[in-house]
């Protein structure tokens, strides 16, 4: 092959990560300026192998090897649950977070216990200094006697280090700071931050080690780099802080190992992360003066259930135009929700601004929420108190029917345990045996709902 033969290049916007043809001025995506850059396509990723490790010869299905998949607990309960019971050998899991949410505090969490085990582990940094992170291991109360650091941003050579030291768990701190030297961009950059996670996730499918990725984000809270990043690995975790910054959510993005959307609570305390037993109290830690517009639902997050406290505030609109506000949930779901309301329970909120809201800072993804949502709304409305030990989950159809929820016995044993005495879901949500301790209502319609409440 010819040395003057022409490179493939790309130009590629570092805002938004799209691909142009030719340099221009403003990116026609983002519409950001100057913000279009020009990259060298290539590096020394062995395109043979992929990212998913070694090639092999086309076999049967029922040939390939089932036999248990190897995981190594991080000794953090929350953690393994998160990952799908621990990590597993050879494979790549990429965490992120916002700046001081706690991700290099929770990985020396996990190595300090891995090393501990004798199971050995390497930190490699490429923000901080050996001495930042031996200050951060004292004030965390971790043993650093067996916890080895590497302070190196060159992904071969990190690659050859770990050929040599032959560690079982590495965290790379972080991706985005890493680079090639085959690659002319800056480390950062799109087609560093793809060559380098290409080349990392070879390894460590190649030598069996299990390495952690930790990640940026943007302004958004979305992971920072191009999203072949998220499909080259094969966790993406994301750990963000509550509204009142005391509590940690790590939340699994994707994971081929586990189920997608699990949680894990942890605590920020001055000895690091500790994992809440109990997160459905975590969510419930309500004032002693009941008041309207609160109600409790039962959700369902990964493979457990989690109480969780909805608020809602109507209030008269000042101006010509009510605000819809939403905070935790899909803002676009509780205009449908009163708009629901309105046809078929015969409660307008046309000239009212709404305000709902999820306690905690937590994120509602289902449907399970809508009775709830609904009926903090009307309590509001009519300022009418509802019982704080009773609780209200089931989707909301177009046409005012309540649609049964999945998981839903596990939900109102969730609700007994903590101790609620009423509860008004699907009828088809009705549990064939009785739950001690807890009155079930079930209802098939909305009309139905509000006829129970009696508010």
Known sequence: ????????????????????????????????????????????????????????????????????????STGIAEFDRVLGAGVVQGSVVLIGGAPGAGKSTIL???????????????????????????????????????????????????CAILEREKPRIVVIDSIQVVHCQSSESAPGSISQVRESASLLTQYAKTSNIAIFLVGHVTKDQSLAGPMTLSHIVDAQV????????????????????????????????????????????????????????????VIWEGTRPLLVEIQALVTESQSGNPRRLAVGLDQNRIAMLLAVL???????????????????????????????????????????????????????GLNGEIRPVANGEARLKEAAKHGFKKAIIPKANMPRHNIKGLDISGVSSLGQALEALSI
């Not at 959307?261 to 003066?289: C, D, I, Q, W, Y």
Request: glycine share 10%.
């Open 238 to 297: 994301v750990l963000s802080a509550t509204d009142d910054a005391r509590f940690r959510i790590l939340r699994a993005d994707k994971n081929r190992f586990g189920s997608v959307g699990e949680l894990g609570f942890f605590a920020m305390t001055n000895t690091g992360l500790k994992e809440v037993k109990n997160p459905s109290a975590m969510f419930l830690s309500r004032t002693g003066e009941a008041s309207s517009g609160s109600v409790i639902t």
């Open 108 to 158: 020396l969490q996990a190595l300090a216990d891995a090393a501990g085990r004798n199971i050995p582990a390497l930190y490699v940094s490429g923000e901080e200094s050996p001495r930042q992170i031996a200050e951060r291991a004292q004030r965390l109360q971790l043993s650093g006697r067996d916890i080895k650091i590497l302070a190196e941003t060159s992904v071969e050579t990190i």
């Open 1 to 72: 092959m010819s040395k003057n033969k022409k490179q493939k290049r790309a130009f590629v916007c570092t805002e938004c990560g799209a691909d142009f043809q030719h340099w221009q001025g403003q990116c026609s995506i983002c519409h950001e300026w100057n913000t279009v850059k020009e990259i060298q396509l290539g590096g020394r990723v062995n395109k043979n192998l992929g990212y998913a490790g070694n090639k092999t010869d086309v076999q049967l299905l029922s040939e390939v090897d089932l036999s248990r998949t190897e995981r190594i």
């Open 342 to 396: 309105g046809k078929h329970g015969r409660i307008f909120t046309g000239g009212d601004e709404v305000y709902v809201n999820v306690v905690g800072g937590i994120k509602i993804y289902e449907t399970a929420s809508d009775l709830a949502a609904v009926i903090s709304i009307v309590s509001s409305l009519r300022d009418k108190i509802v019982s704080h030990d009773s609780l209200y989950f089931g989707e909301i």
